[in-house]
């Protein structure tokens, strides 16, 4: 299947995705890698705001490179999610229903996605000039220091990911391998 979705979204606007449906995402997106993320829980832990609302928030695993002249932003192709998985589960829990990286995740994160009606997203690796095309519009919110990997927030239209883990628990990583292997029979 295919859907086009915009953020913020709520766990029904998800609720219907599975493990390897297309989607287009447009809205509000923030860039966060291990860094931020660790910054991130350590400010919640102490009390604080976040830099930005998570309920309902989207996150994209990336640290783009700096933009050309005329560029909104530079190539921005996934991380690796598995290096967040110490950290997903706690934003999950307070709201953050989209992740959107590469690669498996933990069971911890696995587990939080199901009971909160998250998704985990895949985006192209290997692609991040196709990444970088649909987005909008680039600014840092906070943690400047980071520096590629800072915390941003970027307007995208129809950015296309693939759904990975769905909010039931199906996952592509599973599944695809099974249906291959299914299908040879």
Partial sequence: MEYRITTPVNRENLENLRAGDRVYLSGVVYTMRDAAHKLLCEALENGENPPYELEG????????????????????????????????????????????????????????IVDNGAVFLGAIGGAGALMASSVVTSEIVCWEHLGCEAVRRLVVKDFPLTVIIDSKGGNLYDKGPAEYLESLK
Avoid: F, H, W
């Fill in 57 to 112: 928030s989207a996150v994209y695993y990336v640290g783009p490179t700096p933009e050309k002249p005329g560029q909104v932003i530079g190539s921005a192709g996934p991380t690796t999610a598995g290096r967040m998985d110490a950290y997903s589960p706690a934003l999950i829990n307070r709201g953050q229903l989209i992740m959107i990286g590469k690669g498996a995740r933990s069971k911890a994160v696995t587990d939080a």
